[in-house]
């Protein structure tokens, strides 16, 4: 793999290339916006419309309803979200994944 994955930035300027991109909500993440009353499942489609570098980590920003003018926007760590494996940076946001876990 890419030695760049151990790079949040690089990492973060690689999945901007790739953006509005499509995303799911990982189990934490689902409950945090069922606590908010969101409908919002596993199956639910969010699209990442920004992503940034913050303090060594990777915050993608989400439109929870692009349609809705001022529609609620989250900005949360990539660790809540999971990618199309068809997609082509899904093995590069895994194994940064992976690598960061390792570190910790």
């Known amino acids: 793999m890419k030695p760049l ?8 300027r690689r999945l ?11 189990p934490p993440l689902l409950e945090m916006l069922k ?21 060594g980590r990777v915050m993608c920003q989400i ?4 349609r809705e003018p001022g529609s609620p926007i989250l900005v949360i760590p990539i660790a809540l979200l999971a990618f199309d494996r068809e997609h082509s940076i899904s093995r590069e946001v895994a194994e940064f994944r992976r690598r960061r ?3 910790h």
């Open 35 to 55: 606590r908010r009353a969101l409908d919002i499942t596993a199956s639910s489609r969010l699209i990442v419309t920004n992503v940034y570098h913050v303090e």
């Open 5 to 12: 994955m151990n790079d949040p930035e690089m990492l973060a």
């Open 101 to 103: 876990r390792a570190r």
């Open 63 to 66: 439109d929870l309803d692009r």
């Open 16 to 26: 901007h290339r790739f953006l509005p991109m499509t995303a799911y909500g990982r």
